[in-house]
């Protein structure tokens, strides 16, 4: 069975963690939300809300950006 979460819940946490990632490689907010759009992580941050949300945003920052560079990301 799939948890439905609020899509305003989602929204937020996304913009909070674009913003977290751009600190953390020194990205602005635009940059950092490119990087992860085009490398898939945004709509894998979407798919994988319920656990994430959960989380310490450092590590989901360190396992995403590992998600990127998977998919071909530099940082």
């Known amino acids: 069975m799939e948890t439905t ?3 305003r819940d989602k929204i937020e946490y996304i913009i909070a ?5 751009g600190q953390h490689f020194g990205l602005s907010d635009a940059q950092a939300y490119r990087y992860l759009k ?7 941050i979407d798919k994988h809300y319920g ?3 959960t989380q310490d945003f450092r590590g989901n920052v360190e396992d995403v950006a590992t998600y990127c560079r998977r998919m071909g990301g530099q940082l």
């Open 5 to 7: 979460y609020p899509v």
């Open 38 to 44: 085009t490398y898939g992580a945004i709509t894998n």
């Open 51 to 53: 656990a994430l949300h």
């Open 17 to 21: 963690f674009i913003n977290e990632f």
